[in-house]
């Protein structure tokens, strides 16, 4: 995490491409590599104003790849870790709008 976030801030590399290799990591079918790859999102979405205009545009499949809130939606395993990705999504999420809500709110 630490040499992603100095890539960014040093702006060796552009926040879309970021995200873009997050999300495809997001993607992958085994349910450990969404929790890094959730939590290496969590952390740019608080520190990049670019990566939550991203996240945003994409909320919907990020839902879906950590919550499968649709019956078509199923989470990779380990099914041991299923739960822990929901949780950990969940939590962001909420923290998320609370983020987004106090922004729009000072505007």
Known sequence: ????KSLCKKGLVPMPDVFDLVMK?????HCQVRISSFQILD?????????RELTLEKL???????????????????????AIL??????A?????????????QN
Request: aromatic share 6%; hydrophobic share 40%; charged share 25%.
């Open 43 to 51: 952390e740019l979405f608080h520190r990049s104003h670019a990566i």
């Open 60 to 82: 919907k499949t990020i839902v879906s790849l950590t919550l499968a809130l649709e019956l078509s939606d199923n989470l990779p395993p380990p099914r041991k870790f299923q």
């Open 1 to 4: 995490m630490k040499e992603v």
């Open 93 to 105: 999420i909420d923290t998320w709008n609370d983020k987004i809500w106090c922004t729009l709110q």
């Open 25 to 29: 990591h997001l993607q992958t079918e």
């Open 86 to 91: 929901k949780k950990t999504a969940i939590k």
